[in-house]
């Protein structure tokens, strides 16, 4: 039998209206699936409290590995008594709240998570002053086995006992010291990433062309106990040391130079002004020499370093050697009342004689006039020779004087500088074999 006409047209319909609702469906927009790092994430952080110490267990301990690489030495302030430095700071712990299976999350085996969001040790440098300009870094790497690897670069400020009595041959030793602030060993634990010899002589990444040079980094563990609590520590010693030759080439050497024209002075002839006006300018020299050198030198407020030790024994003979210059000046030029007074006991006896000879020849009545005036006249000779004499004696003496005290500066100078410089050749040997 034929179908109804109703019944047709009812098919046409809901044909058509189903391949309308198949156009419609395509049209529209298909909805994304979330991707499998998003659902770790999600997954990972859902219950997460940062606050709690990841153990499940409270009695576990935490232990934090850390690692340390030295990038830089910036500045060593001996006034402050502080180093700046360049670090890259390595830790790891492991979070138990972090761990899941790769094969549920399409094999992922490490993701990186906020370290806002994630529990972080509270490991402290005990000598830090200040922290520089740092870069921040806001991520953590976690692997699927729950281990936690936090990198960070940093510029610290560091305080440090500095040793500034050998400079420029001086060596520093600067410690960095982790450990927890409030956790005691219980709770939190630390060890050393890579091997102790591993760490002290890696110098893959130290900047090697400047004013310092690394010499290793020893680490030691220990606890150390407070209010009857036991908190455990890592101890990184920088050992670095100063290149001295910027401040030999530039400051020692030229001050020697110096110091040795001053010694070539000592030749010039002692009664002459020319030696004054020499030892001035040598003088004068030198102290605008030490005024713009003055900040390549070390400030310490406890020890003078030995270099300016040696500038002020330097000055100080300079002055000692000028004034030893003008006081013979003085003493050969002086005036004749001063050789008279000088002299005088050296020709008193010679005038008592003489005025002796010139009573008597006023007592001689039967001598002729003519003839008592030229006795007189050569009395009178013979005593201003005498006197001459005496005054030549008396400074013939002092010269000598004058020449013995010149004599024995100049081997004191001549003492002083090859002890400075026997010193700075030693610590220079012992800078070089070290």
């Known amino acids: 039998p034929r179908p109804h006409p109703c019944m047709e047209v009812w098919e046409c319909c809901v044909c058509a209206a189903g391949k309308i609702g198949a156009h419609l469906a395509d049209c529209l927009p298909v909805k994304p699936k979330r991707s499998s790092l998003n659902q770790l994430t999600r997954t990972l952080l859902r219950n997460y409290d940062s606050g ?142 890579r091997s102790a010899d591993a760490i002290a002589n890696d110098k893959r990444e130290f900047m090697n062309d400047g004013e310092w040079e690394l010499l290793s980094i020893p680490s030691q563990y220990r606890q150390i106990s407070q209010d009857n609590t036991d908190y455990s520590q890592i101890q990184f010693n920088l050992l670095i040391r100063r290149r001295p030759l910027l401040y030999v080439v530039g400051l020692l050497i030229p001050s020697i130079f110096l110091m040795l024209v001053d010694v070539v002075s000592f030749y010039l002839p002692l009664d002459s002004g020319t030696r004054i006006a020499f030892k001035i300018s040598i003088l004068l020299g030198y102290t605008v020499f030490r005024v713009n050198l003055t900040d390549d030198l070390p400030a310490s407020a406890v020890k003078t370093p030995l270099i300016g030790v040696f500038f002020v024994a330097c000055k100080a003979m300079l002055m ?92 004191f100078y001549l003492f002083v500088l090859a002890l400075y410089t026997s010193t700075l050749l030693l610590l220079w040997a012992s800078w070089s074999f070290a």
């Open 52 to 193: 709690v110490r990841p153990v499940h267990n409270w009695t576990s301990t935490t232990t934090i590995y850390i690692d340390l690489i030295l990038q830089s030495v910036l500045e060593v302030d001996g006034k402050t008594q502080s180093i700046t430095t360049s670090i890259w700071c390595r830790q790891m712990w492991r979070d138990e709240f972090l761990v899941w299976d790769p094969e549920e999350f399409d094999g992922i085996n490490e993701i990186s998570l906020s370290s806002d969001a994630l529990w972080v040790p509270d490991v402290i440098v005990s000598e830090f002053v200040k922290e520089g300009k740092s870069p921040p870094i806001p991520y953590v790497y976690v692997n699927s086995s729950g281990s936690v690897k936090n990198y960070r670069p940093i510029q610290a400020v560091l305080a440090c006992s500095l040793e500034m009595y050998a400079f420029p041959f001086d060596k520093q030793n600067c410690s960095l010291t982790f450990r927890s602030w409030l956790h005691s060993v219980n709770e939190i634990d630390l060890a050393l990433w």
């Open 320 to 411: 000692l050697s000028l004034t030893k210059s003008i006081l013979v000046v003085k003493l050969l030029h002086h005036s004749e009342k001063e050789v008279k007074q000088m002299s005088l006991s050296a020709y008193f006896d010679v005038d008592y004689s003489l005025e002796e000879d010139l009573l008597s020849l006023n007592e001689i009545q039967e001598v002729p006039s003519g003839l008592e005036r030229l006795l007189q006249e050569l009395v009178s000779l013979r005593l201003g020779f005498a006197q001459e004499d005496s005054e030549s004696l008396a400074q013939s003496e002092w010269l000598s004087l004058c020449l013995r005290l010149d004599c024995l500066l100049f081997r």
